[in-house]
């Protein structure tokens, strides 16, 4: 049984199945027998009128953008629904967003294990690469030591805090037209913000409710 929040996109090739619905109906059923049963949530439904050999679709960026405010899930009724392009899947797993295939349940620890031996071929290449260096290096008579492995650590936390600011300015950004909303609606008060994201159901970045110096920080980095 299916249990947490999530997101459903759906999506045909060509505009005259867009109208007529050919296609879109056998995908809603998938989805909701997939998600039949179990203490779920269903955000959203969006679909997508584009072709498969594309990358860029508006549908589905607004998509994940929902599945990250949320803390949810993207379910598709099938694989090829997403994308057919591998370097495509590679982006959505960048994009830190959770997602399933009704007919393939599966396809994201499969996705998953798939970039685990990509990434292990790698790392033996570039220690291999890296091995080599240092030999070369050593027998030009360069010093090795701990000044090379503090400069390592440090060079790891500078990325590890530049990972961490991207991903609160791309949260930041996806909230900035739902925040823009609430005050439109008559929000004026940082609390009075907080209560409306709360009431829409969107937990905070650490998951929770939100308070007003969340939202403070959340604006801030939205400008």
């Known amino acids: ?43 959203a439904e969006l679909v997508e009128v584009e072709s498969g050999a594309r990358d860029t679709r508006p549908r589905l960026a607004d998509a994940l953008a929902l599945c990250r405010i949320h803390g949810a899930t993207l379910v598709i009724a099938k ?9 495509f899947l590679l982006n959505l797993q960048k994009a830190g967003v959770r997602f399933v295939a009704a007919d393939m349940p599966e396809a994201n620890e499969l996705v998953v294990g798939i970039m685990a031996v990509v990434a292990q071929a790698e790392r033996k290449m570039i220690s291999a690469r890296t091995k080599a260096a240092l ?8 010093q090795l030591g701990n000044p090379g492995n503090l400069r390592n650590r440090a060079l790891g936390a ?29 929000a004026v008060s940082l609390r009075q913000i907080a209560a409306a994201l709360n009431a829409r159901g969107i937990p905070a970045a650490r998951g929770g409710a939100w308070t007003a110096t969340q939202v403070r920080r959340v604006e801030a980095r939205a400008q």
Do not use: C, N
């Not at 109208?19 to 027998?33: C, H, M, T």
């Open 1 to 43: 049984m299916s249990a947490g929040a999530f997101v459903s996109y759906l999506r045909v090739s060509t505009a005259r199945q867009g109208r007529s619905g050919l296609g879109l109906e056998a995908q809603r059923q998938a989805v909701a027998d997939f998600l039949a049963g179990g203490a779920w949530r269903h955000v």
């Open 135 to 142: 030999a070369a290096a050593k027998a030009r008579g360069v």
């Open 158 to 186: 500078a990325r590890a805090a530049d990972a961490r600011a991207r991903r609160s300015a791309a949260r930041a950004a996806d909230l900035a037209p739902i925040l823009a909303d609430v005050r439109a609606a008559g």
């Open 79 to 87: 694989l090829d629904r997403l994308s057919r392009d591998a370097a």
